[in-house]
């Protein structure tokens, strides 16, 4: 969508002005930003040390008070060689719950509210993973596989029967990749505001992006709004697209250590953003089901929606006016969820369907506006903030518009997306062409998204950025996974996934 300067350092200054975020999603940004500056900054400063081997790092003090039916214990994993704390709670005689918790000196915490409300019927397994809580603080990456491991060999000291597993939030993420590692080992998975999981510069624009409740900002804010946050995610993707701090902390362990080693948050933060979960996801064999916060400013409901739509025979069940943390403000409504999980055993099937074509809809000009149904031909040109709710169409042609689309099929015989000098998120859904996606200085932001073409799944004629979570391209040039972020100009996208 073109922007002149004068709207360029207007919405420069309302970006500053407006960007006032919650605690939780001001954190979480903080903590990637940071990390990636200070990993900038020793690299111009030359910081080299030699790396030592690691002996066992000793966790903290245990509790010295608690209920009657916990009972803590000192675990060493041999992960990290470290000593981390174990907490028993109910009896063993019952199902085993395991609580994984997300990032924050809390730890486990995080799930005490909830714990005596699950005793009553379960046995529940929660830890401190390294670095966290009272468990000792290691060196490594605090990554989700790593963190996956350290589960395992604690349930093969703890648990001889498949468990309930239940993550929050970055230890959601871990949950999500010990279930694909060990499916055996897991009955149900259950994740909750699970963060991490779209391809990090998704994730990082809507940690950045600008909270607004429709219902009660005015159609000439909203669209401003609108505008403001395009302008924040061009920002932010331009940054991911050119970033050397991250693959110099790629490069290798030592520097990871050398960096990072004290910042036990900041390491499982970028550990996080960086580990891609498209084949956990789509390759997933455990009954699972997403629980959300509908307010969540960390971990958008975007994840869920794409969580429940590509793991197979996942529910979603989405926890209205709570935020990241539902197990803590809305504890009881989260436990009956929990419950009501556990015990069911049919899957929510959501058909999205339609019978009858509307024939072709064409928008010129128009702003804040919600299509649904199914229709021929789509053209939207020059509109802003337009929104397709579970959209059938043979084609979509958008021209200089700004666009979110959920749940979108589009399969055509020829072009099914073109876009010129456009801004498409698009979460969840189908583009099957002989030609896919056909972009022209266009942004583009798909996730949970099936993409197929007999000559391309996706085409630039003139430079474009690209942004894939959880996504599988198919063409002449490469069938698979698809998860990054890319610039593409003049050629198509499956040449460089092919690389």
């Known amino acids: 969508m073109r922007i002149n300067s004068g709207q360029f350092y207007v919405l420069l200054i309302l970006l500053m002005l407006v960007c006032t ?3 939780a999603s001001g954190s979480w940004l903080e903590k990637i930003t940071t990390g990636y500056k200070e990993v900038e900054t020793r690299i111009i400063d030359g910081y080299s040390k030699d790396e030592q081997p690691q002996q066992l790092v000793a966790a903290k003090p245990l509790p010295t008070s608690s209920p009657n039916d916990w009972y803590y214990s000192y675990f060493n994993e041999p992960v990290f060689n470290s000593q981390i704390v174990v907490l028993e709670a109910g009896s063993k005689h019952k199902e085993t719950i395991m609580l994984v918790h997300g990032l924050g000196e809390l730890g486990m915490k995080d799930w005490f509210d909830v714990i005596p409300l699950l005793t009553t019927d379960y046995n529940v397994l929660a830890i401190d993973l390294p670095g966290f809580g009272l468990s000792g603080v290691p060196k490594g990456r605090y990554s989700p596989t790593h963190y996956a491991e350290v589960l395992e060999a604690v349930l093969n000291e703890y648990v001889d029967k498949p468990i309930t597993l239940i993550g929050h939030s970055m230890g959601g993420a871990v949950s999500l990749r010990f279930s694909s590692i060990y499916p055996e080992r897991v009955k149900q998975l259950i994740l909750v505001d699970a963060a991490g999981i779209l391809e990090k510069t998704a994730f990082v624009k809507h940690l950045s992006s600008v909270p607004s409740n429709e219902s009660v900002v005015p159609d000439v804010f909203q669209k401003t709004l609108a505008q403001v946050n395009d302008f924040g995610s061009s920002l932010i993707e331009l940054g991911t697209l050119n ?5 110099f902390l790629q ?13 036990p948050n900041m390491n499982a933060a970028l550990s996080l953003v960086e580990e891609n979960f498209n084949l956990a996801v789509r390759e ?4 699972t089901t997403v629980i959300w916060g509908e307010n969540d400013r960390v971990a958008p409901l975007r994840t869920a929606k794409v ?3 590509n793991i197979d025979g996942a529910t ?9 943390v539902p197990m803590k403000t809305h504890t009881l409504e989260f436990i009956n969820t929990v419950k009501q999980a556990i015990n069911s055993n049919v899957p929510i099937v959501t058909n999205y369907e339609f019978e009858l074509t509307q024939g072709d809809l064409v928008c010129n000009g128009k702003s804040n506006v919600t299509y649904s149904g199914k229709y021929d031909a789509i053209v939207l040109n020059q509109c802003t903030n337009i929104k397709l709710q579970t959209i059938t ?20 015989p020829n072009i099914a997306l073109k876009a010129k000098e456009s801004v498409l998120r698009i979460t969840n859904g189908t583009i099957k062409g002989n030609k896919a996606i056909l972009l022209s200085g266009s942004r583009l932001d798909l996730a949970g998204v099936d993409i ?9 004629d003139k430079h474009s950025q690209v942004v894939l979570s959880i996504c599988k391209s198919g063409s002449e040039l490469y069938t698979g996974l698809a998860h990054g972020v890319y610039e593409v100009t003049e050629t198509t996208l499956d040449g460089l996934l092919s690389l």
Do not use: C
């Open 316 to 324: 979603l069940a989405v926890i209205e006016g709570a935020a990241h």
């Open 393 to 412: 169409a043979k084609s979509l042609e958008v021209n200089d518009s700004l666009v979110e689309a959920e749940n979108l099929t589009l399969m055509g």
């Open 251 to 263: 490069s290798s362990d030592t520097t990871w250590n050398l960096l990072l080693s004290n910042s």
């Open 284 to 287: 997933l064999e455990v009954k």
């Open 307 to 309: 969580l429940s739509a």
């Open 452 to 460: 197929s073409g007999d000559d391309y799944a996706i085409y630039s």
């Open 21 to 23: 975020e919650t605690v």
């Open 243 to 247: 970033d050397p701090a991250s693959d």
